[in-house]
């Protein structure tokens, strides 16, 4: 079993930035895939980035390229998605997620079996 535990996010306006933190705990060979994915009302989930720490590979959703940024702290068992010029589209709750991601070829590949509870990111213009 996997916990996530999410915190960082909050309001700021169009070209803000945010730091969402999630931290982890429980069985460290099912969180070999970490992600972020958020979700907006009336609109589906959303894969917004991936990292698998085997290999160090991480995915981006094309719509965040660029600006946002997935990290890892495996001393501190964290991952981190640091998100820069944000727009009004990137509203949403976003969902730290977990897997065991056994012999991926890479992030792209993850899919997810454990989930945070969500914090929400309101970006005004």
């Known amino acids: 079993q996997v916990q996530l535990v999410e915190s960082g996010g909050g309001s700021v306006q169009a070209g803000g930035s945010l730091r969402l933190t999630c931290a982890a705990s429980?069985?460290?060979?099912?969180?070999?895939?970490l992600g972020w994915f958020r979700q907006a009302p009336g609109k589906e989930r959303e894969g917004v980035a991936f990292?698998?720490?085997?290999?160090?590979?991480?995915y981006y959703a094309d719509s965040v390229k660029g600006r946002f940024t997935i990290s890892h702290d495996n001393v501190k068992n964290t991952v981190y998605l640091q998100m820069n010029s944000l727009k009004p589209e990137d509203t949403a709750i976003y969902y730290c997620?977990?897997?065991?991601?056994?012999?991926?070829?890479?992030?792209?590949?993850?899919?997810?079996?454990?989930w945070g509870q969500g914090t929400q990111v309101t970006v005004s213009s």
């Open positions: 429980g069985n460290p060979s099912s969180r070999n895939c």
């Open positions: 997620a977990a897997s065991a991601g056994i012999l991926l070829l890479s992030a792209r590949n993850c899919r997810f079996d454990y």
């Open positions: 990292v698998y720490t085997g290999r160090g590979s991480t």
